[in-house]
Each structure stands twice: as structure tokens, then as C-alpha cells.
């Protein structure tokens, strides 16, 4: 995933077009990214089938040289319509990947060569999976309602990710080559269940819920089972993402009065503050070795994207674009 503009909410919320389901989250705000209207592609069935693939989006040229740290995905407009980008940590060669059906939300494949996404045309929301220089484009899912937030398992055969309907946000699971689609949480209208992220080790999902009234850290077993709140208080918990040795999860809250960065062990406790600033920062992902984070924030007046290390030190401003910059992902390799 998903967002700006926000109040309790920072969720992307897509619209399908007039007629079909307008994917809503009841009783929040919209994200900030404001979907522009493009050109789809041949789409596949409800089944998951692959849809016929379009043409890439962006010239080949050399993989990218990974300076800095490696290599950081992260949701643009800069080219005039919502897109998907690459970079080198450092901010350097920023490349797009793709501009088809409004992208949103890329996550890596576990060897760093992919990105799954979610997507959005007239009449269908999409899974998709598409290599890094835009080639070699697969559907992975398409049916008649939005989708969101999509993780790659460690072990690289399954996907969990955020499925919108008109009266819940369901976290569900599909296996990469598009079979065996199943819902892990319990479908309870008026419930928004957001941003799922694998653990390290693959066998447990960590997750925003709103089920207690406000929205709160929780983890499950992969299979939806054993499911454990960590957090819990009257502000707004979003976004977590678990460390590559497991030992931490980074979340987004306001429970200071502003949207800020937060480490906390796997059980909930020892909850430490990383950012402070009175502008938002939102949305982290670690750097392979656990080192850094990268994340987004408005506080030089437009949403750029941050690396900082994983004790809040050292922030550095990767983007410099008049565009929106949000949603960054760490290749894992």
C-alpha cells in the first residue's frame, strides 16, 4: 500500500468505477492518492487466470547498481498518473516499473527481482506481479472489488494482502501462481482489517485491526489462527513491519498527537518513539541487514521519501520531486 490527508485513517481507498463496487472504509477518510484515470489492460477472470500481458513500461536498461543499501519501491504521480518506482537506496536513478491500472501498494519478491501490486480499472481490482525493469507482467487475481496492502511470503509461494468488499476489509491469502484464494480474518461488517506483513521466519502475519473500536497492532499464525493485540490505547496504530531478524515490528501512530515512527518488541512491550517531527511521518520498511528504515514524510511541505537508521538517527531525504513520494519497500536482497 496507501495516503495523505488523513485524520484516523491512512488507508488507500480505491474507487472501481460507477456501478461496481466503490471500495470503502466505513466511517474513514480516503487516502491522499488521488487516482488518475488510465488505460487498462486486458484483465483476467475472477479465477486468477493471467491476463494478456501489456507492453513495458520502462525502457531496459541495466539492473540498478544498489548504492546505498539496495533497492527502495515506492508509489508516485510524478509522471502525471499513479505509478510504481525503483530506486537505489541512496535516492539515485529513480526508474519507473509501471503506470498500468492506477498502481498502488509494490512489495518485493523475496530475491529482490519482482514486486506484486495491487491495482485498479473500470469494473475490476487487481493482483499483479510484474519483474523490476516492467517486463514479464502477470495477474494474479482480478475480480470486481479493490485491493490493497499485498506482502510476499519468505518463502516466496503465497501472497497476503488487504481485499475490500463494501462491508469489510479482509486480510486474505492466495498462492503465487493464483490458487487457493481464502479469507484469514472473519468477515464482521463495518470491520477493517489493513497492512499485513509476513515474519521473518514465514509463519506469522502481523496486522492493523479496528475490531476493538480503534485501530490497534495485532499478530496471527499464517494460518488466521492465535491472533495476539500488542497494542492498545485511543490513538490510531498502523503500518507495522517486522524486522529481518524478527525481533521488532516498526508501526505508525499518532498516539503522540502526530503521525510518527514507533519501535516495539514482538509481544507489545518496550514501545520507543523514532520520529519527532511536526510534520506526519508514516509507512516503514527495513533495510535489508535491519540497520534503517525507510519511510515517508511531509515535513520539507511534500511527501518525500526518508531513510533513517533503526534508531531514528541520521534521517536523510532519498526524493526530490513536487509529486507525491509514499509507500516505500525495502528489496530484501
Aim: proline fraction near 9%.
Amino acid at each position: 500500500m496507501k495516503r495523505l490527508g488523513h485524520s484516523n485513517r491512512v488507508l488507500v481507498v480505491v474507487f472501481l468505477c460507477a456501478g461496481c463496487a466503490v471500495a470503502q472504509n466505513p466511517g474513514r477518510e480516503p487516502s491522499p492518492t488521488v487516482a488518475a484515470p488510465t488505460t487498462s489492460a486486458a484483465l483476467a477472470s475472477p479465477t486468477g487466470s493471467q491476463a494478456t500481458p501489456p507492453a513495458p513500461t520502462a525502457t531496459p536498461r541495466p539492473p540498478l547498481s544498489g548504492h546505498g543499501g539496495g533497492v527502495i519501491a515506492f508509489s508516485s504521480d510524478r509522471g502525471g498518473s499513479p505509478g510504481i518506482y525503483v530506486m537505489n537506496a541512496d535516492g539515485s536513478d529513480p526508474r519507473l516499473v509501471t503506470e498500468d491500472d492506477n498502481p498502488d501498494s509494490g512489495s518485493f519478491s523475496p530475491d529482490g527481482e519482482q514486486i506484486v501490486y495491487t491495482s485498479s480499472a473500470p469494473y475490476m481490482g487487481g493482483l499483479n506481479v510484474i519483474d523490476l525493469d516492467g517486463s514479464d507482467y502477470q495477474r494474479i487475481l482480478g475480480r470486481n472489488r479493490a485491493m490493497s496492502d499485498p506482502d510476499w511470503s519468505p518463502d516466496g509461494k503465497k501472497i497476503v494482502f488487504v481485499f475490500h468488499t463494501h462491508q469489510y476489509f479482509s486480510l486474505s491469502i492466495i498462492d503465487i501462481g493464483g490458487g487457493n484464494f481464502r479469507e484469514l480474518t472473519q468477515p464482521v461488517t463495518n470491520q477493517s482489517n489493513d497492512s499485513p506483513g509476513w515474519s521473518p521466519d514465514g509463519e506469522r502475519i502481523v496486522f492493523s485491526s479496528d475490531r476493538d473500536g480503534d485501530d490497534e497492532i495485532y499478530i496471527m499464525d499464517a494460518d488466521g489462527g492465535s491472533v495476539q493485540q500488542l497494542t492498545d490505547n485511543d490513538a490510531t496504530e498502523y503500518w507495522p513491519a517486522w524486522s529481518p531478524d524478527g525481533t521488532q515490528i516498526a508501526f505508525t501512530s499518532n498516539r503522540d498527537g502526530n503521525w510518527e515512527i514507533y519501535l516495539m518488541d514482538p509481544d507489545g512491550r518496550n514501545v520507543r518513539r523514532l520520529t519527532d517531527e511536526p510534520a506526519s511521518d508514516w509507512g516503514s520498511a527495513w533495510s535489508p541487514d535491519g540497520t534503517s528504515l525507510a519511510f515517508a514524510s511531509d515535513r520539507d511541505g511534500n511527501w518525500e521519501i526518508y531513510t533513517m537508521l533503526a534508531d531514528g538517527r541520521q534521517p536523510q531525504r532519498l526524493t526530490y520531486d513536487d509529486a507525491q513520494d509514499l509507500d516505500p519497500a525495502w528489496a530484501p536482497r
